[in-house]
């Protein structure tokens, strides 16, 4: 019982922070319309060798004015959890 208290209580902990990791990156004045593009970055062994590459160049098209935001979101949380840190997302999301 104290084991899946303590177990549920660290997953309870790492959804919490989870918005901690994200990173946001306005290009030109930023996002001037409602259109997002989203993809998901994925990692080997907590992102120390990338399975493939997300090119936000390529997801922002010919928008001049667009923001990029990775982030872990809780999706991402449950895979690295499940796969016990062996493969780790990220969500790039693209928004013009």
């Known amino acids: 019982m104290l084991k899946k208290t303590v177990s549920l ?5 790492f959804l919490a922070v989870i918005g901690c990791a994200a990173h ?3 290009v030109g004045n ?3 319309g409602n259109e997002v593009v989203i ?5 080997l062994i907590a ?3 990338p399975l493939n590459e997300v090119d936000t160049h390529a997801l922002a098209g010919d928008a001049t ?3 990029i935001r990775t982030e872990m979101t809780v999706v991402d ?7 016990s840190w062996i493969i ?5 999301t693209v928004r013009k």
């Open 24 to 26: 946001i990156h306005k």
């Open 47 to 49: 992102g120390l060798a």
């Open 9 to 13: 209580l660290l997953v309870v902990c």
């Open 30 to 32: 930023g996002p001037q």
């Open 65 to 67: 004015d667009y923001e």
């Open 39 to 43: 993809k998901r970055q994925w990692y």
């Open 77 to 83: 949380a449950i895979i690295t959890f499940v796969t």
């Open 88 to 92: 780790t997302p990220r969500t790039v």
